[in-house]
């Protein structure tokens, strides 16, 4: 079994004595300095503008110079210390240095003078991300600390500055990736001031109600100034500050000024928090590019403030880092205030609500999240499984990595979160579009070396609106670990089609459904498909199938469109009523389990308020949500509505306005209903930016509460108007009481729950009793001044009027207590999508896994070894048949692959399980859940 | 006799070939860069903010970090090279520096990686200083760095990239330290287009018309950008030029496209110059406080550009200083253009002529005038005379440093030139009051040694507003090193007085004269004298004199007012007549010559440009002067008129406005007539800047030429709507016959000259045959756009209402061939003042020196040794009498020193005379004048 070695001087210090912190003073408040830069990658600018420094006319910003500038700054003094957060830029920066750069680099770390915390890729969104490409960023940026500095190079403490906002599963993953603490800078102003006044903001989350305390508790500190200097101390070249002046020969001495100005601040700090020592970020965006600045006068503070010690001063400060802190609060052996909930929705004032984002850029939300599923399936997976040949064949080099970093990327708070200014939400497109190219070679290679042929491949990349190149072949790729039933949708333009299975067992005759008029009004002009061709198909775990398609010549007419209501579709599952009236859907039934809700749904928008308003002058934009009035304009009281069935698929088309539109929609196997809304271009012709919602409005008794999800993962209870830890004064009766919707939500009472999974990440909530309402679009006018400096306006090529979204929400309806098992895997399978096309029917895995276990990771770590990441996903109390503890066999698990053996390693892959120690911390005041994180040896076959 | 060691191996080489330059190629195209950064010693911060970094909200600049970043990144690459020019700047910074520091620095600067150029304590302005002040600063700063570098400190280059035109006397100079070459920026852009054309830009200035080739010449060179980098190629933290972005795999690589436009550029720029070498200046105002930006940029468009020589480029890139390019141009061993005129004035553009600064900020402009005369005599002379007892005694410990430094600051080409924010002038104003201050210290111990009584001294700094508490002696010092006779005038309450020589032998009553209305009313509610004692002094050379003055109890009562215009004034020298309609002056004549002119003298001002206009937006402002219309508006055409005479003067008073009034002045003993003049405050009330001048209109028969002194030196000859080197299309017919006047100018025909010598500087010309104008005041009310961003428009806590200047003009009326030896002891007894007080009579001199020398500087070096500069103060051409050789006695020089040895230096003393080498340069196509620089060993007496 491999090893890490132990290196360096550095671990065997590791535990709970970090020996390169700086001595502090019993009986004096120490003021911990912690020098810091933060870099987001990519906001104003893309990443690599970023790096490099370029288009300074946008932001002053370049991280190359920053890094060359610390090490320098380090370099003169051995007790400076410095943190550095972001792999992407770090390991941008460390290719091009000098192995004698690197040399000096190492030794830093390994004295402890640079610090890496956080360590990921990037600092990820915590709203609008999914847990699974949260993990892999992390682990991308977290191997490579570890492979390039060892153990000593592995964050300690994580460090999330800048979200606006915070996920309680994000502190489960922290907890479970190892780290011993956690500090961020954002939190409600309501609540800063509650724990201000009861000296809870440093504090312990527990972050999961599944899994067994410790595993997933995360002490928490609220950094004093978000994640900026105290006022008037800011020495960076981007800050006017007044220096030090101490030269007494010159003019100004200010000396003595500057000390009793710091020392003001420090003892009003120490008041809020609980022990003797206080911390103070000095740094913030994109300082120390010239870190002599900061540094030449935090020398000086230090020495000046020091030396009154000598006159009896009991304030002594410190160059220090986060885990130098975080050592001396753990010292303190105190006890902390527990927290269970999370840190959502985000205010920084009474108007300010950061809820708007959560929708912001939803076509990039909802390409970063099918991205995340590309990566999964093509690259990942089918690189494991057909192995070595994959990265170099007939069709070129392929890789994973470039899909891999554009993911990472994209996982940044200013990325997937929709924040960024138009130029840099296009780069990010632009990557992920890269990775999937370079993707496609690695699977091209795949196929052909899985089925011995090199025939060139077409891929199907806008199947959502083009023909796609029609082979006689239909190939299904599985990548779930248990079989799927799916329904596929191709466009054609012929009217009826023979569809066989791999072994012609089954053979049907399907008539196309012509598009919709919402779908021909995009496609208008440029010659796409107008019919669709629908079936079912099934494909095992990890694995193809193949179904043979033919254009029937002499077949039946496409299905006939119906302009009359229905009453009614249904199929064996489900059954959903419409309004003749209104073309409204009316009600919902689950048939098996005999249950019936009422349930109208409909489309509005709020006025988005433009800043001019008596009560505050915050507009809304990219990051905050505030509607001018609480209540929504109706888009249309009544739908036009036309219907069609085939054998696969039962379809109600709404149109509610010439930019609303949505499919009701009904596959023949499927126990979840489709909707599938069109918004846009939204009009802003009368000058009104909108924010357009759908709404459900049932018969169920929701008394206030609703659930969303945190991650994509586990669920937490909502309730309108209140927060778990304090006392709320509620400002904004909409945007306050919005939370983010990353992959569910539901409302239920004693005997019904609906549960809505939609297929990105979406804000949401539940303003009225039985009520659930989604945000689908945004378009804005006006800025909302947190620095982005651009309405959220969108426009492309392809719409030059406003950009068109279209996605789907998937409604299930069941008993509460069985509910999971159905919401469960429906939101895998919307998460991993089956990929279309290829050879032979196949499956990766000997057998299925059991419906509790979801095959998160699958992806080659090295030549001899795969990382593997299997979740029980099933919250402790959700099912009584799923949320039981599961066993897998691993050595029978894989068809392709010989286990020579496994080791277990932490979350993020950067330590071996076994030896994650973490600080024990005291709560004031333990379900069963599974996360097996496995290595794999790997032999080619 | 003591020598200066050669402690370097640089001096051994220094001869010719400089061993530190790169090698170049001599098929290329040669582009030396030269890194460099332009640091205002004050501008829109003071000097001392400039150096901490302080009020970076003003402007972003701190020195400090300037150096230290430039001296980190100089040695992470033994290639690059930086030059630095204000040692005021770099005084500071190494003092602060540790020795370990100074020992890397000294290195740096021994391998010619940081060379200095120009050297001086600042970059001095050119049209408004005098030159002794220019030699002081130059001294001050070229003797640091001798002290601390030795001979590889000495800088080769002057380098005056940023005044606004330049000034003969300057090159004279500069060629007199035994600088090689200079280089500027700014130049017309008529002159820059012809010379750009002809390839003139580089040129040999030959800078007097009466030192002997080459004594005064000094090769100059052009920079191509000013002293900017080109385009694009800016890679400060303060620009947004895009970084070179080499990385392949990150995002824009832009390798080639930087590579193309490079040599796009230097193609371009090698056509305007003469040689296969180019400069390129890599630098700008306070750039390269983060240097890293700069090199790392610079060293990768090296190696890339150069990397094409290997395709057949022909273009050769590298780092270099202006020695380095300077020595390539004489090796080039070409012929060079010569120059004999100067750069005024300096427009660059047609409607932008910067001949504003020639009169901004007046008051200022005295106040370093007069703090000159303060600082040569109290503080040099005095301490030079009576040795160390002067620097500590009973009065303290004084010093002559204070005061030198602020006077060196004064020089600066934003400081006198009146071209600071307003608290910049404060400050600058601040550092010579304190100078004062600093200085009375010295006096004060100086004459209690001197007298052997530790008596408490007054000083009447205020003497031209307030009550001198007048003791029953008034001494009177005499800077000059011959005998002056010296009208006296202190103010006083009572009414007549007795006064008496240190002798006795001379006893006369004086009637006193009622100060007139404009100073009443300028002196209003302050307590200030009513009445002025008025009498003439005789003081021995470098010596004093004493005179008794006692309060005539029962003597007659004040000269009293006539309120008649007289016909004439006049003394045995002079007569003057005045329009009795008018109130004007009407002629002048000299009585000895028995000569007249006809003379009438008003006042005008120009309506100064809003910008508001249809040829060019351009307004005045402090740079730039530019009237609405050539016609300026007289205040009006008569004066109200009050006379007034007695034994020692005669006055005509004239009132033309309420903020307009002048004393027409003849003493007895004269030869030359007085006009002082009182303006201000300039109304504004009309919303109309306004540009004060005073104009003389004679019957001299002028054909378009007059003279304008150089720096208070060498005179030049204007002509109006022409420049000797190019054919001049006038754009500006007021504003572009503008010309510095420094101390004096004068209009002359075959038979008459009249002469006006000022007591500051300030702009003129004559725009009309036989006149001469003179700007004196200057009130605007918009910035002119040339960075400063206030509009010239001086208040204070005394001129609340707006700033109240007085000045005066001294005419001499003379014969042409004799005229030099009127204006030139006149001038200099305005730039050298006596000093009021002390305590016995005594001349520092043995005997008087001859006429045609001026003891120009004596002043302590260190415990062993003073300065002395002697001069011939008479151009070649301009006195029969004077312009011969002649010869001095320097050991038989001084009563109260023995000479041990004198050694000749250069004029900056940086430099042993005969050890001066200097580049010889072959123009394209001599004058006696002594210039005596000696250095005395003291032994105290």
């Not at 190492?106 to 890496?116: D, H, P, Y």
């Not at 990037?122 to 960023?137: G, L, P």
């Not at 012609?504 to 796409?528: C, D, I, K, W, Y």
């Not at 209140?722 to 004064?729: A, M, Y």
Request: one cysteine or more; proline letters at 6%; hydrophobic letters at 35%.
């Amino acid at each position: 079994e491999q090893r890490l070695k132990l290196k360096d001087l550095c671990l065997l210090l590791y535990f709970y004595i970090i020996s390169s912190c700086h001595a502090t003073k019993p009986n004096m408040l120490n003021v911990h300095l912690v020098p810091h830069t933060h870099d987001d990658v990519g906001w104003l600018k893309t990443v690599d503008q970023y790096f490099y420094g370029d288009r300074n006319d946008i932001q002053h910003a370049g991280v190359q110079y920053i890094l060359d500038s610390v090490v320098d700054q380090l370099l003169k003094n051995p007790d400076r210390r410095f943190i550095y957060v972001e792999t992407a830029f770090f390991y941008r920066w460390w290719k091009q240095q000098s192995s004698s750069m690197q040399q000096t680099v190492k030794k830093l770390v390994n004295e402890g003078r640079l610090e890496f915390v956080n360590g990921g890729w990037c600092m990820s969104d915590e709203a609008t991300t999914h847990y699974s490409a949260v993990i892999d960023q992390m682990t991308m940026g977290l191997r490579f600390l570890n492979e390039t500095f060892g153990p000593c190079g592995r964050p300690r403490v994580a460090w999330h500055i800048d979200p606006f906002g915070h996920a309680r599963e994000h502190a489960s993953m922290f907890a479970q990736m190892g780290y011993d603490g956690f500090f961020f800078g954002r939190l409600d102003y309501q609540d800063r001031a509650r724990r201000r006044r009861d000296k809870e903001q440093e504090l312990l989350w527990r972050a999961s109600d599944s899994l067994t305390p410790p595993m997933a508790d995360l002490f928490t500190g609220i950094l004093p100034n978000g994640y900026n200097p105290p006022e008037g101390f800011c020495w960076d070249q981007s800050c006017d500050d007044p220096p030090i002046r101490d030269d007494p020969d010159l003019e100004d001495y200010n000396v003595d000024d500057v000390v009793r100005r710091f020392l003001a601040i420090a003892n009003s700090q120490a008041i809020v928090y609980k022990t003797d020592h206080i911390i103070m970020t000095m740094g913030s965006d994109f300082q120390y590019e010239n870190a002599n600045l900061w540094y030449k006068n935090l020398d000086k503070l230090i020495h000046y403030v020091n030396a009154l010690q000598a006159n009896g001063s009991k304030v002594n400060v410190l160059y220090s880092t986060p885990s130098c802190y975080l050592q001396e609060l753990h010292r303190a052996n105190l006890t902390w205030a527990l927290k269970m909930d999370d840190f959502f929705p985000y205010a920084d004032d009474a108007h300010d609500f950061w809820t708007g984002y959560f929708t912001s850029r939803p076509a990039l939300k909802r390409y970063e999240r099918i991205s995340n599923s590309n990566l999964q399936v093509t690259c990942n997976q089918l690189e494991v499984l057909s192995g070595p040949a994959s990265r170099k064949g007939p069709f070129g080099e392929g890789d994973s990595q470039t899909m891999k970093k554009a993911m990472a990327v994209a996982q940044h708070h200013d990325a997937v979160s929709g924040t960024e200014k138009q130029h840099v939400a296009n780069d990010y497109a632009r990557r992920l579009a890269h990775g999937w190219q370079r993707c496609q070679v690695l699977v091209s290679n795949s196929l052909a070396a899985l089925s011995g042929s090199s025939a060139e491949r077409m891929y199907c990349d806008n199947l959502n609106i083009s023909v796609c190149p029609l082979t006689e072949s239909i190939n299904v790729y599985n990548p779930l670990a248990r079989p799927v039933t799916w329904p596929v949708r191709l466009p054609v333009n012929g009217t009826a089609y023979l569809v066989s299975d791999a072994n012609a067992l089954s053979v049907s005759v399907f008539q196309v459904v012509p598009v919709s008029a919402a779908t021909r009004e995009v496609r208008r002009n440029r010659g796409f498909a107008v019919n669709e061709l629908v079936f079912q198909v099934q494909a095992p775990p990890l694995g193809f199938t193949t179904y043979s398609v033919s254009l029937l010549q002499d077949g039946p007419p496409p299905a006939s469109t119906q302009h009359r209501t229905p009453t009614a579709i249904q199929n064996k599952f489900l059954r959903v009523t419409f309004d003749p009236d209104t073309g409204l859907l009316s009600s919902l039934s689950n048939l098996e389990t005999k249950q019936t809700i009422k349930l109208t749904q409909n489309f509005y928008w709020y006025n988005a308020s433009d800043g001019n308003n008596l009560q505050s002058d915050q507009p809304s934009g990219a990051y905050i949500f505030r509607p001018n009035s609480s209540t929504p304009f109706l888009i249309s009281k009544t739908a036009k509505t036309e219907s069609i069935q085939t054998s696969g698929v039962q379809e109600v088309r709404q149109w509610f306005a010439p930019w609303v539109s949505q499919v009701v929609r009904l596959y023949t196997d499927s126990k979840a209903l489709e909707l599938e809304w069109t918004v846009g271009p939204v009009p802003i012709d009368d000058d009104l930016g909108k924010e357009v919602i759908t709404r459900l409005d049932t018969s169920i008794k929701t008394s206030q509460y609703f659930y969303t999800d945190s991650n994509g993962r586990e669920m937490l209870q909502r309730k309108t108007d209140f927060r778990p830890t304090w006392n709320l004064r509620q400002s904004e009766p909409i945007a306050g009481n919005y939370y983010p919707i990353n992959s569910r939500a539901f409302i239920k009472d004693d005997v019904d729950q609906l549960t809505v999974v939609t297929d990105r990440s979406q804000g949401g909530g539940s303003i009225h009793n039985g009520s659930l309402e989604i945000m689908l679009h945004r378009r804005l006018l006006y800025d909302d001044v947190r620095g982005v400096g651009e309405p959220l306006n969108e426009t492309s090529n392809i719409f030059p009027k406003g950009l068109v979204v279209r996605g789907r929400l998937l409604l299930s309806l069941d008993r509460p207590p069985s509910a999971a098992d159905a919401h469960r895997p429906l939101a895998q399978e919307v998460v991993l999508q089956p990929l279309y096309d290829n050879p032979k029917k196949f499956s990766g895995l000997q057998a299925a896994l059991p419906p509790a276990v979801h095959l998160l990771t699958l992806t080659q770590w090295d030549k001899d070894s795969v990382l593997l990441r299997l979740e029980h996903q099933f919250q402790s109390w959700e099912s009584k048949l799923n949320s039981q503890p599961v066993t897998v066999n691993l050595q029978k698990l894989f068809s392709t692959l010989e286990v020579l053996g496994v080791s277990e390693l932490n979350l993020s892959a950067n330590q071996w399980k076994d030896e994650m120690t973490r600080f024990h911390w005291t709560p004031m005041t333990g379900t069963g859940h599974l996360n097996l994180f496995i290595r794999f040896y790997y032999i080619s076959s």
